[in-house]
């Protein structure tokens, strides 16, 4: 079992940045796969960056790409998403998920346990 708790959301002013970092409980969490997920008022989740369990390969979608880095610290059990030059439609709930399949995904389906999500909210 693995339970994450995501912190660092907050409100910002476009072209600002937040590093939003979750915490991971559990014994195998060093084994999974990581993603951040995001969720705008009214819209589907959608994926944002994954990352494999040593940390060596990352996964980003086309709309952070270059804007966003995710990373992780296995020692302390902690996965972060630096979030740069932020957009108004980066607006959203974001949430930390761990997938215990070995390749990156960017499926929502596919992450077995799910964060409560922390609040970005970028003003225009």
């Known amino acids: 079992q693995v339970q994450l708790v995501e912190s660092g959301g907050g409100l910002v002013q476009a072209g600002g940045s937040l590093k939003l970092s979750c915490a991971a409980s559990?014994?195998?969490?060093?084994?999974?796969?990581m993603g951040w997920f995001r969720q705008a008022p009214g819209k589907e989740r959608e994926f944002v960056a994954a990352i494999n369990w040593s940390g060596g390969s990352t996964y980003y979608a086309a709309s952070v790409k270059g804007r966003c880095t995710i990373s992780r610290d296995v020692a302390k059990g902690t996965v972060y998403l630096q979030m740069n030059s932020l957009k108004p439609e980066d607006t959203a709930v974001y949430y930390c998920?761990?997938?215990?399949?070995?390749?990156?995904?960017?499926?929502?389906?596919?992450?077995?346990?799910w964060g409560q999500g922390t609040q970005v909210t970028v003003s225009s």
């Open positions: 998920a761990a997938d215990r399949e070995a390749t990156m995904s960017r499926y929502t389906h596919r992450y077995d346990y």
């Open positions: 559990g014994r195998t969490f060093s084994s999974y796969v």
